[in-house]
Every structure is written in structure tokens, then in C-alpha cells.
């Protein structure tokens, strides 16, 4: 975003009187504030948004500017490298009606990496959504609507190139399919008890 490119979405959040849905302003005169993590697990987990440091809401969203511009920058850049997975962020200073101000894009984090969660806070609670102008944590539910399109991983299902039924170790495994028809006699009774636990698999390929 040039610094040209600013004056439209401020002048919207002028006649709309708050945040937009993509757009958040925090005052940060002289620091992040506390809020800051909340507003970049939100933008991430949703379709990416835009941070901008330096406007005051609270007065009409004046641009007040910000004191140490370039320690902001790096601030932020730690702070969007303590998630999992790490924002990404395109984070620059502009200059905005005379003062400077930091704004940040971020990224939306790709469907298989979400929840995009403060590392030391944990995925439960480091985990938020944006609503309507406004940043949440993320209830149970909602994270695991998220998490359950990871399913689980199959690597270890498929079949090893250039394996046979002979390298497996023959005591290893009779041990084992003793064990497994001790457990499960009815399951395990016959020759194809290997195959049933997937220990043989077909290759397809």
C-alpha cells in the first residue's frame, strides 16, 4: 500500500465511524498495544486485513502519528513471528497527513495452517476471529471446524517403494501376530491378519 493509497479506506472508516471488517486502527503512540495479537490471529484466520498504527479512533480517527516509528516496525515483525505459523506480514512506514504512521498487511493464513494462534498463548487461547469491527476469541467449536480438514496423516498407510513381505523381521512379527490373536482371536484367526492392520498394504502404483 503507497502512501497515497491510505486516504481512501480513512476516509471510509470517517463516514462509517469505526473499523471495517479488513481494516483496524489501534492509537500505539508510543508502543503495540496489549490488543495487537488478537486483531493479527483474527485477520490471519479469516481473508487478511490491514493494520494501521498511529490513527485515534477514539477522536474521528485523527492521525496522531507514532513516536518511534522504526522500533514499532520491528516490534511488530517479532510479534507476527511468534505465531504458528509465523504472519507474514508487509509491514512499512507511511506518511499520512504530516505524521507517520505503520501499516501492516496481513496475509490470510493458508486453510491447512489455521488456526493462525499466538505460539505462547496456545491454540485455544491464542486463537481469534474478526466480527463486524471487532476481534474474539475463537470458541471450541469453531476451532475445531477448523482443525478437523486436517484430518490425520496417511504417509505411514502407504506402501514403501521397493518393500516386500520379506524384509519384514519374521520373529518381530510372529511375536506380534501372537499378540494381536491373543487380543482379537475372532479378528486375527487367519493368514490376512498383516493386511487387516495395515502393516501390508497394496501398492498401487
Given at each position: 500500500m503507497r502512501d497515497d493509497e491510505l486516504a481512501e479506506p480513512v476516509a471510509y472508516l470517517h463516514r462509517l465511524g469505526g473499523d471495517l471488517t479488513d481494516v483496524e486502527v489501534k492509537r500505539a503512540h508510543d508502543r503495540l498495544p496489549e490488543s495487537t495479537h488478537e486483531t493479527l490471529s483474527a485477520f490471519a484466520d479469516k481473508e487478511g486485513g490491514i493494520l494501521v498504527l498511529g490513527l485515534d479512533e477514539k477522536t474521528g480517527f485523527?492521525?496522531?502519528?507514532?513516536?518511534?516509528?522504526?522500533?514499532?516496525?520491528?516490534?511488530?515483525?517479532?510479534?507476527?513471528?511468534?505465531?504458528?505459523?509465523?504472519?507474514?506480514a508487509s509491514i512499512a512506514i507511511r506518511r499520512f497527513e504530516g505524521v507517520d504512521l505503520v501499516v501492516a498487511e496481513i496475509p490470510e493464513t493458508l486453510p491447512a495452517q489455521k488456526p493462525c494462534h499466538l505460539r505462547s498463548l496456545g491454540?485455544?487461547?491464542?486463537?481469534?476471529?474478526?466480527?463486524?469491527?471487532?476481534?474474539?476469541?475463537?470458541?471450541?467449536?469453531?476451532l475445531l471446524m477448523l482443525l478437523s480438514p486436517r484430518g490425520q496423516p496417511t504417509e505411514d498407510l502407504e506402501a514403501v517403494p521397493g518393500a516386500s513381505v520379506e524384509d519384514l523381521d519374521a520373529q518381530l512379527t510372529s511375536a506380534y501376530l501372537t499378540n494381536l490373536r491373543r487380543q482379537r482371536p475372532y479378528r486375527f484367526a487367519d493368514l490376512d491378519a498383516l493386511r487387516l492392520v495395515r502393516v501390508l498394504v497394496k501398492d498401487e502404483k
Open positions: 485523527t492521525a496522531v502519528g507514532v513516536k518511534e516509528a522504526a522500533k514499532l516496525v520491528a516490534d511488530l515483525g517479532n510479534l507476527c513471528a511468534d505465531f504458528e505459523p509465523p504472519i507474514r491454540i485455544y487461547q491464542g486463537s481469534f476471529l474478526r466480527v463486524g469491527d471487532g476481534d474474539r476469541r475463537m470458541a471450541s467449536y469453531e
